[in-house]
């Protein structure tokens, strides 16, 4: 009886250590093997370099594309962005702020509440109308939100906290 106790203590112990191990790996980010054009600090938990996460374009598209086909005021017609969802990429580093700050790469910066990713499918675009977006033309970056999907997202709120040339979001 002493024997199946210490061999089931035993079995318990390994299984919450696999588990343990398991869950430490599913929070692990890789490092990016190209240059980073996105990197997140500030209240996250997943990190890959120096308490922030990094991104190259590959890491980004691996983490699967949404498509948010949309008129916006900065192009004539409905436009066609793909990108990852803010919120699935917030999740996937672990963010627990209540609001980011996202910075471009000249170094305008707008503040949006963590509760507009989940609430509005906000996304992170990478490409408009099957194309890389080149820094000229507000690449490689552009928070993109469904605007014809709700008309209270046409407004300049909105707009506003629609950053391009994005390299940088800070959660706070």
Do not use: C
């Amino acid at each position: 009886m002493f024997r199946a106790k210490v061999k089931t203590g035993l079995v318990g112990a390994v299984l919450a250590l696999t588990a343990f191990v398991g869950a430490a790996y599913a929070a692990s980010l890789a490092v990016p093997t190209d240059r980073p054009i996105l990197t997140i600090s500030g209240k996250i938990s997943v990190t890959n370099k120096d308490n922030t996460a990094q991104f190259d374009r590959a890491m980004l598209e691996s983490l699967g594309l949404v498509t948010v086909e949309t008129t916006t005021p900065w192009h004539e017609g409905k436009v066609k962005f793909e990108g990852v969802l803010m919120d699935k990429l917030m999740k996937l580093v672990g963010a627990s702020g209540q609001r980011v700050v996202v910075v471009a790469l000249n170094d305008y910066s707008t503040e949006i509440p963590m509760e507009d990713f989940g609430k509005h499918n906000a996304i992170l675009a990478i490409k408009r109308n099957g194309e890389y977006m080149p820094v000229r033309d507000k690449g490689p970056l552009f928070i993109i939100y469904p605007y014809d999907s709700n008309p209270d997202l046409q407004t300049q709120t909105y707009y506003a906290r629609s950053a391009w040339q994005v390299a940088r979001i800070d959660v706070r």
